[in-house]
């Protein structure tokens, strides 16, 4: 029986010359230097987080676009500020029944009226929602075009 021993080019020195060559030549290039295949290459430089620098640019950009996106057509409720709201009152037309969360159905409104305590309004959905007919109003508010 012929026992097989791997041994590994990655030693300290081949990674701190791929952390070196990295920036500057291709995974195939790198590839023929060390004499592995272009996977081990680029498998070893995702275990060590490298990135190039289009990658690094392409990230930036990323990120710029995600603080300038615009505000989503609809808009939900600001859950803190009405949990301090007293919660026999309600904001819409109908009165606030209120029931916990142990007593909730598939029928009853799934709008939180006190996120501390789980209280729930508790009137009849609205069909295909999850809301009543006046919570749905609330929550799917259309927001101000051009704001």
Not at 20 to 49: C, D, H, Q, Y
Not at 108 to 114: G, I, P
Not at 131 to 138: A, L, R, S, T
Request: aromatic share 8%; proline share 4%; with cysteine.
């Amino acid at each position: 029986m012929v026992e097989r021993v791997e041994v590994s080019i990655w030693n300290p020195e081949n990674v701190a010359k791929l952390i070196e060559w990295w920036p500057t030549r291709s995974s195939g290039e790198l590839a023929k230097m060390f004499g592995v295949t272009r996977n081990a290459i680029i498998g070893k430089v995702t275990r060590l987080g490298l990135k190039k620098g289009h990658e690094q640019k392409r990230e930036r950009i990323a990120a710029a676009r995600l603080g300038k996106r615009r505000d989503p057509v609809f808009r939900l409720p600001n859950l803190k500020a009405e949990a301090s709201l007293d919660a026999s009152k309600d904001v819409l037309d109908e009165p606030f029944i209120g029931i916990f969360i142990t007593e909730l159905n598939s029928a009853h409104c799934r709008y939180v009226k006190d996120s501390a305590s789980l209280l729930f309004c508790g009137h009849e959905r609205k069909k295909g929602s999850s809301y009543c007919p006046n919570h749905h109003k609330h929550i799917f508010m259309e927001a101000k075009r051009g704001s």
